[in-house]
């Protein structure tokens, strides 16, 4: 019988879930401990020249960027979700996925594409020129791409797909009854939405947009390729350029002002809006039928983004490929796809089952504990790869140095590099980054399990294990699957952190597009860039469809 | 088999839920935790199946100690069921796998057999395959009462079963909810904040408030013999008459009620429900004190509402009600003669 019992003291403080969810939230966020603690490290003269000179300039371009691509991706995002869940107009099925595309196409690949195709020597200009006849950049006015504005459209044309994705699964997993509920008591479609849908999916509409910025926040490629100082141009030419770790470890922690305010307001919109649906009984949703002008304004909302985003800078990708046949087709080609693939279906897979232990630790026992811990856990996508990337090298290196010299000492033999600069680091510096993707995802997939399932597995006999196996799993399967995905696009997109950690002549895609796009071959690197495009495609259509499905109630 | 509690004290935080409840309940006993919302009731219920863990106190099932505030046993080990408000099903589970899911460890012949037998009892055999959204409220909630009761508990635990069901319905699966229980010989512990519910189902009530147990006993002495103002007042209407002792009885508006064990000109409340109280028409040979005036008259179909405003020589007014039988109603503002049935009468100290 004692055997059954459980002490309540060390069930409070010892519980193997939480246990684990607390020491694995504290081995992610130790590189951000690490570049955090580098605030106390005196720089000297080279911050306050920093302060006096670039910094302002870092904050107001970060600023702007953050507020250009928040209401941007927010507009687009959450519009398309509403129209293509809750109209019927011609091709909605299509763009149901469709909108999904531009989340294949890095920002810093569609920056290379659109410069390409309307800088001066692009296609559009030279065209223009000849049509009326102008000579020189004088004779006529020509949006220039390479400005913060660019910028901020570029961001907002890859980064909406976050918003919608999140927002369309609130979407369709609201249950009708409210919105019917909202039409009986005199509200129209439109302030149905604003008033029912919207709000009930704020949480996910929020998650989305501090996704987007988050990622606006840590782009190397597009920011530096345009010329526009943020402060990941910054930190990595303060660190690169100068030579100044230290005075680059203190932007990056200026820097987490910002995110942390970002997310502080994710969390506030939360709010203690944990919102459990009040009806068990699904319907399945019946569209708006709408015609004439709206069908046509509809078609428009949802072509535009697509096109944009993904349609556009694609095909010219594609066209720049075929002009250059010759890269592509070689073996290094396929070495590089190879490796950005196994990197980042590890990641994906680690990340997605150490978020699901972990929000399921935090489930079971919402102590204080736990919740700084997985807070904790998450600043790590909040930090640009670049400065993760010290905070992991740092002691990586230490360690394997102190191995070395031991078994140096007692083995007699030297044991090399065991962490610092081989897979190991690069899939850790992944998972440090990615894990509150795939943790933000699955906690906002559990939080729709009600609290009562878990009772009624347990007084059914469960344990926690079981349980999580038996009835959240498959519960959250569909979550999984998105969280999963959105780490693998993000690894094969991701640039900086690659850049410096990978193992000597270990490439993946991302930077050799990166190496070749910095020489201004902008044609040369389509073959790799539209690699990465196409990889990200294939998950894309695969989420559209598994967040359909898993609506409650509708057998799979 | 008992369920047995003792000194149970629950707190969240700081916050004190459950302040030392005592409570016993035998096999084949059906109790009602009864009370306003925020009374502690579900985590009384919450405690019993291990869903909580109390700060102090035992939970003793049949003596083996659940909890006794060093040590607990977790949900799963008490083989207790469970009968959730909102029901909980398995949305991807079809009813077959819902029912099963208790039956951990059984051969696969017995989980068949058991799984019918229960789905027989609550008449839903047709709809092994069907998943928990193609259900009805009153069919999910037998759904759900068949997958608490398929592992034989020793206990069940219901919280508010019904109340997420219309009213026609919720009163035939209540009766069938009853029976089913009742026919399995469990002890069954259930919530409700409805005392006709609670009087409905219940051998014995425990009425719960601010996480005291304000009263426990059947529910005939719950309502004949409640110990205070809100125990009485929770169990229906009843009318508030203020009064003062004189001489071991209770000076009223409507009169005198004896009253025993109050100080002499202490402030006491005496309580009387609308049906103890009764109308006479004024004749000469009856002058009464008090002036009674029928403020609304109301034809309820069995039984007849009357709001009547008592004055008395002062100035003072107050309003009650009475219920009367037969259908012949007074006029508007007539004046009658109103009177207590004294018998009926609770007398308490003023609140």
Not at chain 1, 18 to 32: G, K, N, Y
Not at chain 1, 337 to 360: D, E, G, W
Not at chain 2, 94 to 114: E, Q, S
Not at chain 2, 211 to 223: A, F, H, K, M, R
Request: proline share 4%.
């Amino acid at each position: 019988m004692s055997a059954s019992l459980t002490t309540i003291k060390i069930k409070q403080l010892l519980n193997g879930w939480s246990l684990f969810t607390v020491i694995t939230a504290l081995i992610i966020a130790s590189p951000v401990f690490i570049v955090v603690a580098y605030v106390f490290v005196p720089s000297g003269e080279v911050w306050t020249h920093l302060a006096n000179t670039v910094l302002p300039n870092y904050i107001s371009n970060s600023v702007i960027l953050l507020i250009g691509v928040g209401l941007g991706t927010l507009i687009v995002g959450t519009g398309c979700a509403w129209l293509v869940t809750m109209c019927e107009f011609p091709g909605r099925k299509i763009f149901e996925w469709a909108l999904l595309l531009p989340l294949a196409v890095p920002a810093y690949v569609i920056a290379y594409t659109y410069t390409g195709l309307l800088d001066y020597a692009g296609p559009v200009q030279e065209f223009l020129r000849e049509l009326f006849g102008w000579r020189s950049a004088r004779d006529y006015w020509f949006p220039e791409i390479r400005t913060l504005w660019g910028a901020t459209t570029m961001f907002t044309l890859v980064l909406y797909p976050y918003v919608y994705m999140l927002s369309r699964a609130a979407f369709l997993e609201q249950s009708i009854c409210v919105l019917e509920v909202s039409r009986t008591l005199g509200r129209t479609p439109w302030q149905s939405f604003k008033d029912v849908a919207f709000p009930l999916a704020r949480p996910a509409i929020a998650a989305g947009t501090a996704l987007a910025l988050m990622e606006t926040l840590n782009d190397f490629g597009t920011v530096h390729f345009f010329a526009v100082d943020t402060f990941t141009t910054g930190i990595y030419r303060t660190w690169f350029g100068m030579g100044e770790p230290a005075a680059a470890a203190q932007l990056g922690a200026c820097m987490l002002i910002f995110i942390v305010s970002l997310i502080a307001l994710e969390r506030y919109s939360r709010g203690q809006a944990a919102y459990h649906h009040t009806t068990v009984r699904y319907r399945a949703l019946r569209k708006l039928q709408i015609n004439g002008i709206k069908q046509i304004l509809c078609l428009i909302a949802c072509i535009l983004p697509v096109f944009l985003g993904f349609v556009l800078p694609a095909g010219i990708l594609l066209n720049w490929t075929f002009a250059t046949t010759e890269w592509w087709m070689t073996l290094q080609f396929w070495e590089f796809a190879f490796n950005s693939f196994i990197l980042a279906t590890v990641a994906a897979l680690l990340a997605v089952v150490l978020a699901v232990l972990m929000a399921y630790g935090a489930r079971l026992q919402p102590s204080l504990f736990t919740k700084i811990g997985v807070r904790a856990a998450s600043i790590g996508y909040a930090v640009p790869g670049s400065v993760l990337a010290v905070g992991i090298m740092l002691p990586f290196a230490w360690t394997d140095n102190l191995i070395d010299s031991w078994a140096r000492e007692y083995l007699g033999f030297s044991t090399g590099l065991i962490l610092s600069g081989t897979i190991v680091a690069v899939v850790f510096a992944y998972v440090v980054r990615f894990l509150s993707v795939s943790y933000n995802a699955i906690e906002a997939g559990l939080g729709k399990v009600t609290k009562n399932m878990d009772c009624a597995a347990r007084t059914l006999g469960h344990g926690p294990g079981e349980t999580l196996r038996k009835v959240h799993l498959p519960l959250i399967r569909a979550s999984m699957f998105s969280a999963g995905i959105l780490v693998f696009v993000d690894v094969m997109k991701e640039l900086p952190a690659t850049m410096i950690m990978r193992p000597f002549n270990f490439t993946t895609l991302a930077v050799r597009t990166f190496e070749l796009a910095s020489d201004e071959q902008l044609a040369e690197a389509s073959s790799a860039a539209l690699a990465i495009v196409l990889v990200g495609i294939i998950p894309v259509i695969m989420i559209s469809r598994t967040i359909a499905k898993s609506r409650p109630g509708h057998e799979s | 088999m008992t369920l047995h509690l003792e000194n149970v004290e629950l707190a969240f935080d700081k916050l004190c839920v459950l302040n030392s409840i005592n409570l016993t309940v035998e096999t084949g006993e059906f109790v009602c935790l009864l009370g306003p919302s925020g009374c502690g009731k579900t985590s009384t219920l919450r405690v019993c199946a291990g869903l909580e863990t109390p700060k102090k106190g035992r939970v003793i099932v049949d003596d083996v100690v659940m909890t006794d505030g060093n040590k607990v046993m977790a949900p799963e080990k008490r083989q207790i069921g469970f009968l959730f408000q909102d029901f909980a099903l398995f949305p991807h589970l079809n009813v077959y796998h819902n029912v099963a899911f208790g039956l951990k460890g059984w051969k696969k012949a017995d989980i068949d057999d058991r799984v019918f037998e229960v789905l027989k009892q609550v008449r839903m055999d047709k709809y092994a395959k069907a998943l928990p959204h193609q259900l009805s409220g009153g069919q999910q909630q037998r759904i759900a009462l068949a997958r608490a009761m398929a592992p034989k508990p020793k206990i069940i635990l219901l919280d508010e079963p019904f109340s997420g069901l219309d009213s026609g319905l919720r009163a035939e699966i209540r009766d069938e909810t009853l029976h089913v229980l009742k026919t399995s010989n469990v002890a069954a512990v259930m919530v409700t904040h409805d005392p006709e519910e609670a009087m409905f189902m219940a051998d014995r009530i425990v009425l719960m408030k601010a996480g005291n147990i304000v009263q426990d006993g059947t529910p005939s002495e719950l309502y004949a013999n409640p110990v205070d103002h809100f125990a009485a007042s929770f169990f229906g209407e009843v009318n508030t008459l203020k009064g003062v002792i004189q001489n071991n009885q209770a000076k009223t508006i409507l009169g005198y009620v004896p009253a025993e064990g109050f100080r002499e000109g202490e402030k006491v409340d005496v309580l009387v429900r609308p049906q103890n109280i009764k109308i006479q028409t004024i004749t000469d040979q009856i002058k009464p004190t008090e002036q009674a005036h029928i403020e609304a008259a109301r034809y309820l179909g069995r039984e007849s509402l009357l709001h009547i405003r008592l004055e008395n020589g002062s100035g003072e007014s107050t309003h009650i009600h009475a219920r009367v039988e037969g259908h012949r109603l007074p006029e508007e503002n007539e004046s009658i003669m109103a009177v207590m049935d004294y018998e009926h009468a609770l007398v308490f100290r003023a609140s």
